[in-house]
Each structure stands twice: as structure tokens, then as C-alpha cells.
């Protein structure tokens, strides 16, 4: 984990409020796990004290960048969306643990499940899987087909599936409905996005074992200030930026 004043090398919009920022920086090196996210400080601006935290999307350490996919959801965001080409950017990373990428053996299936902008960290978890020789099958749920993206970057790794919730594009309804209909064969499942969803997963394919990524509002990121805490089934706290945001789907009560 470090601090690094790093280089915006493009910063553009994908879908509905969703924008994609590739970023230079040698802490690029340090990277390695899917699921871990970066905390940014707001640019140009002493109006916010709190850094935000965003999942990496892509790792690349050829061209020693990575790739974030965010939403603008607040003042923040916005700032960052606005942000151009050779601008710089407070970054502290890697932080947090991400997937165990030992969990499957090779020729076994991974279900990918993500909702919203759950969806990208799941995207270097599919690369790293196929590069060992594990199959990758992908369920990504969005609310309209305005917000859906990266549908074709899954695509070329393994079948994807596409949900909307007001059924304007793929199928209608939420990841789980397809779980449902499709009857797939995998297994083990990783998941990342909304706690609702995450939670009807966890419900739904309680005989498989599985890891579910958990979105919290953060704060230092870092795991000091016990703002992110979740439950576990031993009725401890563990903290979501520090102990997470991959846990064993087991080891969490909703």
C-alpha cells in the first residue's frame, strides 16, 4: 500500500452517469489481487475531507495503468469525472483483499455475478481465471439498458448473461431470476454490488460455496476508523475496508 501522485491517461464516459478512468502509476506494481479498490482524493478541492474508494476494474503491468469504473453519485465523483488526460490524481493503493484466486483448480467453472458498479472488479477476475485455465461464466445486472457496459469485454471470455430490472435489454429481471431459469453448472460463484443482492444470492445458492464482495460507505480505508464494520456469523465485526471487501459468503449474516 502506498500514496502515489499518479497520471490520468483517459478519462471517458461508458454508459448512464458511468465513467471509466485509466490511471498511470508505479504502484501498479503492488496490484496483483482481483477485488482490492483504491481510495482518491478529491482534486482541486479542499471541500472534501474523505477520500473515495473505487474497485480496480483492470490491471496492466506492461503499460504499468490500471483501469477504474465509477459512477457519479455525488459532488465527488463529479469532480473526478471532469478530470482530463495528464491531470494527477492522489491515489493510495492497493487496498483491502480481494478474491482467492487458489479457490478453483484448473478446467473448474467460476460464476461471476455483479450488479451495477459491482460489475467491474469482476472483470480482472475473469482475466486472471481464464489465464489459469479456469472457465468463466458471467450473470451482470443493471436497472435499464442505458447503464449496461462491458457486456462485450465479458464476452470474450466466457458466456455472459445480461439483466435489467425494467427488462429494456437481455432479460428481464435481476441476476437471481436467472440463476433461476438457466439451470447453470458451476463450482463456486463470486459476487460483488449491492447488499440486497448479495443477500438473495447468498439465499438462493446456499449449498455452493461462494464470496461476496460487500460495498460500504468508507472512510480512511485503511481499517483505523471501524466505519465499514459488517457482521459475522460468530457474531464479531470485521471491517469491510480492511478485512474485506472479499469475505466467504459463509462467513457473513445479513
Not at 452517469?17 to 479542499?46: C, R, S
Not at 431470476?177 to 444470492?201: A, F, R, T, V
Request: one cysteine or more; charged letters at 30%; hydrophobic letters at 35%.
Amino acid at each position: 500500500m502506498q500514496v502515489e501522485l499518479a497520471t490520468v491517461v483517459k478519462n471517458e464516459k461508458l454508459a448512464k452517469n458511468t465513467f471509466k478512468i485509466t490511471v498511470k502509476a508505479n504502484l501498479v506494481k503492488e496490484m496483483n489481487t482481483p477485488g482490492q479498490f483504491v481510495n482518491i482524493k478529491i482534486p482541486k478541492t479542499e471541500e472534501f475531507l474523505l477520500r473515495r474508494p473505487i474497485s480496480i476494474c483492470e490491471i496492466n503491468k506492461e503499460k504499468n495503468n490500471f483501469v477504474m469504473i465509477y459512477k457519479t453519485v455525488g459532488e465527488g465523483t463529479k469532480v473526478i469525472s471532469k478530470l482530463k488526460a495528464k491531470e494527477k490524481i492522489d491515489i493510495l493503493a492497493p487496498l483491502g483483499n480481494g478474491y482467492n484466486m487458489d479457490s478453483l483448480k484448473k478446467g473448474q467453472t467460476a460464476l461471476l455475478i455483479g450488479g451495477g458498479i459491482g460489475v467491474p472488479p469482476l472483470y480482472e477476475l475473469a482475466k486472471q481465471f481464464k489465464q489459469k485455465g479456469i472457465k468463466t461464466i458471467h450473470i451482470l445486472g443493471f436497472n435499464t439498458k442505458e447503464e449496461v457496459f462491458y457486456e462485450e469485454n465479458f464476452k470474450k471470455i466466457g458466456k455472459t448473461y445480461i439483466a435489467t430490472a425494467d427488462g429494456s435489454y437481455g432479460e428481464k429481471g435481476y441476476v437471481t431470476d436467472i440463476i433461476k431459469q438457466k439451470n447453470i453448472k458451476y463450482d463456486k460463484y463470486y459476487s460483488c454490488g449491492p447488499i440486497l443482492m448479495l443477500k438473495e444470492i447468498k439465499k438462493l445458492e446456499n449449498k455452493k460455496q461462494g464470496y461476496l464482495s460487500l460495498e460500504e460507505r468508507m472512510a480512511c480505508g485503511v481499517g483505523a476508523c471501524y466505519g465499514c464494520i459488517c457482521k459475522t456469523k460468530s457474531s464479531s465485526t470485521k471491517r469491510v475496508c480492511y478485512d474485506g471487501p472479499v469475505f466467504k459468503a459463509e462467513e457473513i449474516a445479513f
